[in-house]
């Protein structure tokens, strides 16, 4: 298991932008994959991004071309950069392994996207 903390969410205009961390309790790089998700009101958990310890990504197409995920293994952290907000981004946003593992969901962090 690895313990994850999100930050870095708040409410920002659309067109804006957010920069995401998630703190992990072991190095990701030791992990073959880590990722966004994001559930809004009444969704279901929705994949956001994908980073590989090669360096590879990942991303859903709603957010291609927006979102940049990128990982510092000295600071054992993930993080997710957003860009050209659009309201349809409100969610609360988490991180964990891709494929998700059940104990390691964190609190999360909201993201809220003002028309």
């Known amino acids: 298991q690895v313990q994850l903390v999100e930050s870095g969410g708040g409410l920002v205009q659309a067109g804006g932008s957010l920069r995401l961390s998630c703190a992990a309790s072991r190095s990701i790089f030791n992990i073959n994959r880590m990722g966004w998700y994001r559930q809004a009101p009444g969704n279901q958990l929705e994949f956001v991004a994908a980073f590989t310890s090669g360096g590879s990504t990942d991303y859903a197409d709603s957010v291609k071309g927006r979102f940049t995920i990128s990982g510092d293994n000295a600071k054992n952290t993930l993080y997710l950069q957003m860009n050209s907000l659009k309201p349809e981004d409100t969610a609360v946003y988490y991180c964990?392994?891709?494929?998700?593992?059940?104990?390691?969901w964190g609190q999360g962090t909201q993201v809220t996207v003002s028309a």
């Open positions: 964990n392994t891709r494929p998700p593992l059940v104990g390691s």
